[in-house]
């Protein structure tokens, strides 16, 4: 059965959004960002949901806005690092394209992401360790595995692309 989405999963600063958008450029398909399409759609951001309505809410955003563009033909989409811990979801990714997790060393988040409280769960070094640590055995469910932290945005889409070739 020929692949017709792939879903990039991992933690916040693995790369979803740079890796996702130079993906797509090669495979000659659309990038969707997930949480872009909930602020487009809500008009607020990420962060101003979860304070306004509570995290449940945009979980709920979140499931129903994956459920509208899981059946786009040829997308690259970015999930946000909380969306693949959903069953649900999961559900949704895996049965509909190919789950990559982009692994990310905590050391390279601290590198890649500030922690100034912009982010929701990410205030401090050690509640961003914690939620990087719980969420690990989440992201090892993706189909295919592939490291972010030594490669450039580019190796890392050809290292994809060659891996969807193979299948």
């Known amino acids: 059965m020929p692949i017709n989405r792939i879903y990039l999963v991992g933690f916040m600063g693995s ?14 398909w659309k990038f969707i960002d997930l949480d872009e ?24 955003l979140e499931r129903h806005t994956l459920k509208r563009i899981s059946s786009r033909k040829h997308a690259v989409i970015a999930l946000g690092g909380g969306a693949f811990l959903d069953p649900e979801n ?39 360790e914690k939620l990087y640590l719980s969420r690990d055995s989440y992201y090892s469910l993706a189909k295919l595995h592939v490291s972010t932290d030594n490669g450039t945005p580019e190796t ?8 969807v070739r193979k299948s």
């Open 90 to 128: 999961r559900s949704i990714a895996e049965s509909t394209g190919l789950t990559v997790w982009l692994k990310v060393s905590f050391a390279n988040v601290g590198d890649r992401v500030k922690i100034d409280g912009t982010r929701p769960k990410f205030t401090s070094k050690e509640q961003a």
């Open 37 to 60: 399409e909930i602020e487009r759609s809500e008009r607020r951001t990420i962060a101003d949901i979860f304070r306004v309505r509570g995290e449940a809410h945009f979980r709920e």
């Open 156 to 163: 890392i889409a050809d290292e994809i692309v060659e891996a």
């Open 15 to 28: 790369g979803k959004t740079t890796v996702g958008r130079r993906l797509a450029k090669k495979l000659g």
